[in-house]
């Protein structure tokens, strides 16, 4: 089995796209293939239903992936394509397959221990996910040997853990500190 995989990027747009670059200029040839074309505002019609707007995800952006990371920075919990993103990589569906599942904290994540972080403010459909084995979450590594080696351990993952996608969908972009439930 290679340990080269078709890798979709979640990120905060406004806030993180330089590390989304970064990410793919430092370390695309290492995985096969970085799948780009994240959701942006305006991309599928808000007023479709939570379900309908899923499976377009699901079957229009994350088609033929293997693994979704999740580039995490001050305000990408926030977001609600990120959101939308993850929980439709985890779906398995007739035409999809689910995908394996990362997080990554970037320099930016505000912190002051680079040990620890606040898990009320990543994402908390990842949060649910590391919770329950399906998803891990990382430092920010230059190495592209260890980061390869991420996204294949989530990609193995995918095959023995089941996800945890039970949260509602956000309707909307978030504010504040942090997340609640």
Same mark, same amino acid.
């Given at each position: ?12 747009? &406004? ?12 370390? @695309?040839?290492?995985?096969? &293939? ?31 992936? =293997? ?32 995908? @394996? %599942? %990362?997080?990554? %904290?970037?320099? &930016? ?16 459909? %990842? ?5 329950? @084995?399906? &998803? ?32 509602? =969908? ?12």
């Amino acid at each position: 089995m290679s340990n080269r995989h078709k890798v979709f990027v979640s990120y905060h747009h &406004a806030l993180d796209e330089s590390y989304k670059n970064i990410f793919e200029l430092r370390f @695309g040839n290492s995985f096969g &293939a970085i799948v780009p074309g994240s959701v942006k505002v305006g991309d599928i019609d808000p007023t479709l239903s939570t379900e309908t707007i899923r499976q377009k995800i699901r079957d229009e952006y994350l088609r033929d992936t =293997s693994v979704t990371v999740v580039l995490i920075g001050a305000e990408t919990w926030q977001r609600k394509h990120v959101d939308w993103e993850i929980g439709s990589s985890i779906r398995d569906t007739k035409t999809n397959p689910r995908s @394996g %599942l %990362l997080g990554i %904290l970037l320099p &930016a994540y505000p912190r002051t221990d680079k040990s620890k972080y606040n898990p009320k403010t990543i994402p908390p459909r %990842l949060f649910d996910n590391i919770q329950c @084995g399906f &998803a891990a979450i990382y430092n920010w590594s230059e190495d592209a040997t260890t980061v390869q080696d991420w996204i294949h351990q989530a990609y193995l993952r995918k095959s023995t853990k089941q996800p945890d996608n039970s949260r509602a =969908s956000f309707g909307k972009n978030r504010t504040g500190s942090e997340w609640t439930d």
